[in-house]
């Protein structure tokens, strides 16, 4: 399987600041057609996933453009430009080139 | 707008099977396949397999393989995955969500339903 590693795993920020979140694969993530599968899900407080980003970059629609993706091969990144109060909730990246695996999680909370 | 409603959640003995649905609307169901994933209570997401509803055809993860069985239902716009020889580990949220068509892109999970809790317990 192909192994996601997310860091930090816990992430206070303060309202309005940027936040970071790196995620690493055990391999590099081109598919047979060529596109990056990565993507970056949010899940709320007792709600289910919802996908934020998809290959790479490629923002879902409504979704708020303070969020973007970004990075290739195996390193990969999300970043929140200013961090809102409905930003709470654990954000998993998710690879869907191989069979689909998810890093572990990072908790973000307001500081 | 996409949307998945899945069945309520369940009760399930050690040893027993389980059956969970998810009803689709809002696209074309044929032109998608869904994916189910699952969440144990306080833990991460996991890939528990996808089917093509356009061709049927099916993947699973290699530690459900022979376990589970994913199976749809075109008339009904509605996908099924069955859990058998179920333990106390397999406590979870099992969610659908809409994937790709066919083996020709990679999984995207982009429409998720709301979750079915599953609870094994004796």
């Known amino acids: 399987d192909v192994v996601m590693t997310q860091s930090p795993l816990s992430l206070p920020v303060t309202l309005g600041q940027p936040a970071s979140i790196s995620c690493k694969s055990s391999q590099g993530l081109v598919f047979i057609d060529g596109s990056t599968y990565l993507s970056w899900f949010q899940q709320r407080p007792g709600q289910s996933p919802r996908r934020l980003i998809y290959k790479v970059s490629i923002r879902d629609s409504g979704v708020p453009d303070r969020f973007s993706g970004s990075g290739s091969r195996t390193d990969f990144t999300l970043k929140i430009s200013r961090v809102e109060a409905e930003d709470v909730g654990v954000y998993y990246c998710?690879?869907?080139?191989?069979?689909?695996?998810f890093g572990q999680g990072t908790r973000l909370e307001i500081k | 707008q996409a949307q998945l409603v899945q069945s309520g959640g369940e009760v399930k003995k050690p040893g027993a099977s389980v059956k969970v649905s998810c009803r689709t609307s809002g696209y074309t169901f044929t032109n998608y396949g869904v994916s189910w994933l699952r969440q144990a209570p306080g833990q991460g997401l996991e890939w528990v397999g996808w089917?093509?509803?356009?061709?049927?055809?099916?993947n699973y993860a290699q530690r459900f393989q022979g376990r589970v069985t994913l199976t749809t239902d075109r008339s009904t716009t509605t996908a099924y995955m069955e859990v058998r020889s179920l333990t106390p580990d397999d406590t979870a949220v099992y969610y659908c969500a809409r994937d790709r068509r066919d083996v020709l892109a990679g999984y995207t999970c982009d429409f998720w339903g709301q979750g079915t809790l599953v609870t094994v317990s004796s």
């Open positions: 998710m690879q869907g080139t191989h069979g689909p695996t």
């Open positions: 089917i093509s509803a356009y061709n049927g055809h099916t």
